[in-house]
């Protein structure tokens, strides 16, 4: 017996265009990241990976990445659950800013810590800045916990009380889980799969719009590490691409 879970980063949004940190900002898709939606659900769809349940964060770029693989797959109708513990790292002050200008500005050593290190999260953002999360109604529950930056340790920490009380009980149901969410979440998920260490994980990028299946076994291990990409080459091109923003 074994589980199936699918991994899929939300498609090109407007900001991963124009080269901008994004985090928990909401911004849409472009035409390229619905096309990647509509790719991936038809990926889906030909490998004969029939989500029966999705999980998507509460940002729009996953809803409707999610909304439109599943479209394609002809898999509309199945339930949705939605969390803000599946939503994008919080990129703190760097939120709207441009990676290439930050990298030129601050250099590699520091551009690389904020972005890939395990646990130094990028300077706070302020409540009064244009790119703050404060006081939006999907966030209210929250209260003061509401992150102002986060580094990938603290997404771990919020993510995974997600995963073991939402997400593995679907799975342990036996369904085909699709798990819609954002590089820096589907990094802590994966580490967490793979035992990845807090080292290595700097070296991981997962590209948009590409969907990753897992088949985890009866105590959730991989039963291949890295699970496998329904499109290997398009995904590793992809990667390296994120690997390079701000170069
Ligand atoms: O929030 C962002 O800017 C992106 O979704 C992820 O960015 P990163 O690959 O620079 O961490």
Redesign the pocket.
Known sequence: MTYTLVLLRHGE?E??AKN????WVDVPLNDKGRAEGVRAGELLRDAGVLPDVVHTSLLRRAINTAATALDGADRHWIPVRRSWRLN??H?GAL?GKN?KETLDAYGEEQFMLW??SFDVPPPPLDDDSEFSQAGLPQYADLGADLPRTECLKDVIVRFLPYWESAIVPDLQAGQTVLVAA???SLRALVKHLDGISDEDIAGL?IPTGMPLVYELDESLQPTVKGGRYLDPEAAAAAAAA?AN??R
């Open positions: 949004s900001w991963n901008l940190f994004t985090g994008e790292r990129y939120q990676k972005r890939r954002h590089g820096n990028n994120v923003q701000g």
